[in-house]
């Protein structure tokens, strides 16, 4: 079974782009959150959704956006990038309620 | 705020020895998770302590939950090389799948 794929792997941008990060949970998970995490610390929670419809932000700029669509993959939209938004941005699919999150391999973003 | 708080943040301990890393939350809750991240990969589920006085176990490593105390333990024994790399303990407070992280504890097992 494929696990938790997310793309691009890595990324390069210049301040003030925007970004988008893709993925896909694994079949029959519903439910995807996405989160950041900067080197040397715990990953930060950004968002979640389930069944299409936001069920949790966290403490992120109105920079950040995100959005589910009906196959339950998801895009992660950041936009006028600061140098501090380079991190590495993973992504968990689970069932609700959880009986553990799967986390995809990472997409990790620079901002130049 | 919501607080998880791992201690100790640094570990490095030989081969054979025993220890335990300390998870402290601020809320209530009755989800507590374990993850294993080696350096530049992602996160690798460890444990999954779903009631107070959850126990469990995999190889060398034990974890336990106690969600009166706001604690969740996660025991080292005999330590080998394999197991460093930093863990991660996750506090799931609402609905499920909005994790919130502890700081991490990197742990070097040194030979």
């Known amino acids: 079974d494929a696990g938790v794929t997310q793309s691009p792997t890595h990324l390069i941008k210049t301040r003030g782009q925007q970004v988008t990060l893709r993925c896909s949970p694994i079949s029959g998970h519903k439910s995807v959150s996405w989160y950041q995490q900067v080197l040397g610390q715990g990953p930060q929670f950004i968002f979640q959704y389930y069944e299409k419809e936001e069920r949790g932000r966290g403490n992120f700029p109105d920079r950040f956006s995100a959005r589910q669509f009906p196959n339950y993959s998801s895009e992660l939209n950041v936009n006028a990038l600061l140098l501090g938004d380079s991190a590495l941005y993973l992504c968990?699919?689970?069932?609700?309620?959880?009986?553990?999150?799967?986390f995809g391999q990472g997409t990790r973003l620079t901002v130049v | 705020e919501l607080k998880v708080e791992q201690n100790p943040l640094f570990l490095s301990m030989q081969e054979g020895k025993n220890y335990t890393i300390y998870c402290n939350y601020s809320t209530t809750s009755d989800r507590l998770y374990w993850y294993r991240q080696d350096p530049g990969k992602s996160l690798e589920s460890l444990f999954v302590?779903?009631?107070?006085?959850a126990v469990k176990q995999e190889g060398r490593l034990m974890a336990s939950l106690d969600t009166k105390a706001r604690l969740s333990t996660l025991h080292i024994t005999a330590a080998v090389h394999d197991l460093s790399a930093t863990y991660f303990c996750a506090v799931d407070i609402i609905t499920g799948n909005q994790f919130y992280f502890g700081t991490g504890t990197s742990l070097t097992v040194i030979p």
């Open positions: 302590l779903l009631s107070n006085g």
């Open positions: 968990a699919s689970t069932t609700l309620p959880p009986v553990a999150a799967f």
